[in-house]
C-alpha cells in the first residue's frame, strides 16, 4: 500500500482533459513539502514531468500542468493526445520515520 | 546530457548476491544525490537507498536494511547497489536516479532488471 494514494486508472478521449489526483497526509503533503510528476511510458524508466507542484521542466509540453492545497495534489493533462497514455506516478518527501522519498501507486492514463 | 546506464542485473537464487552498477555522464557526478528505485513486475514504484555526493550519508528503506549497501566512487562517476541475501520480493526493475535538492529526481537511467527465484 502505497503512503499516497492515486486513483488506478483514468481515461479521456483525444482533445479532452483529465486530472489525477494524489492524496497524502499530514506528514507529508501536509507537512508542506512539495509534490513531483513522473510519466512511464511503456517499458521505459519514468520520467520528470511536474516538479515542486506546478513546474515543467524544459521540453514538457504546457498542456501538463499541476497544483497543491492541503495534503492533495492534481495533474491536469489538456488536449489528450494518443502519446500521453501512459503511467503517471506522484512522489513526495516524508517526515515519518518510516518515510523520507514516498510515491503514490501509480495511474494509468488511457486514451480512448 | 545527463546519461545514466545501470547494468548488474541478472538471475539470482534466493539468499544468492548481486551487485548493480550506474554508469554516469553529462554532469559534475560528486556534485549530487544519488538514489536507487525499484519497481517490482505490475506494480509501483519504492525508493530502495540514498546517498550524498560525498558518500558520507545514507539511508535504506525498511525493507533492504541489513541486505543492500549503496556506495559510489566519484572518481569513476559510478554508482553501485551490493544486494545480498536477496529475496523474491526483491525481484524488479532497479533504477538509478539522480536526486536534486528539492527532494525529486530529474534524471532516470533505463533499469536493469533483478530476478530473485530459484
Known amino acids: 500500500q502505497s503512503v499516497l494514494t492515486q486513483p488506478p486508472s483514468v481515461s479521456g478521449a483525444p482533445g479532452q482533459r483529465v486530472t489525477i489526483s494524489c492524496t497524502g497526509s499530514?506528514?507529508?503533503?501536509?507537512?508542506?513539502?512539495?509534490v513531483h510528476w513522473y510519466q512511464q511510458l511503456p517499458g521505459t524508466g519514468p520520467k520528470l514531468l511536474i516538479y515542486a507542484n506546478t513546474n515543467r521542466p524544459s521540453g514538457v509540453p504546457d498542456r501538463f500542468s499541476g497544483s497543491k492545497s492541503g495534503t492533495s495534489a492534481s495533474l491536469a493533462i489538456t488536449g489528450l493526445q494518443a502519446e500521453d497514455e501512459a503511467d503517471y506516478y506522484c512522489q513526495s518527501f516524508d517526515s515519518s520515520l518510516s518515510g523520507y522519498w514516498v510515491f503514490g501507486g501509480g495511474t494509468k492514463l488511457t486514451v480512448l | 546530457e545527463v546519461q545514466l546506464v545501470e547494468s548488474g542485473g541478472g538471475l539470482v537464487q534466493p539468499g544468492g548476491s548481486l551487485r548493480l552498477s550506474c554508469a554516469a555522464s553529462g554532469f559534475t557526478f560528486s556534485g549530487y544525490e544519488m538514489i536507487w528505485v525499484r519497481q517490482a513486475p505490475g506494480k509501483g514504484l519504492e525508493w530502495v537507498s540514498w546517498l550524498s555526493g560525498s558518500g558520507s550519508t545514507i539511508y535504506y528503506a525498511d525493507s533492504v536494511k541489513g541486505r543492500f549497501t549503496i556506495s559510489r566512487d566519484n572518481a569513476k562517476n559510478s554508482l553501485y547497489l551490493q544486494m545480498n541475501s536477496l529475496r523474491a520480493e526483491d525481484t524488479a526493475v532497479y533504477y538509478c536516479?539522480?536526486?536534486?535538492?528539492?527532494?525529486?529526481?530529474?534524471?532516470w537511467g533505463q533499469g536493469t532488471l533483478v530476478t530473485v527465484s530459484s
Open positions: 536516479a539522480r536526486v536534486l535538492v528539492e527532494r525529486y529526481f530529474d534524471s
Open positions: 499530514s506528514s507529508n503533503i501536509g507537512a508542506g513539502y512539495d
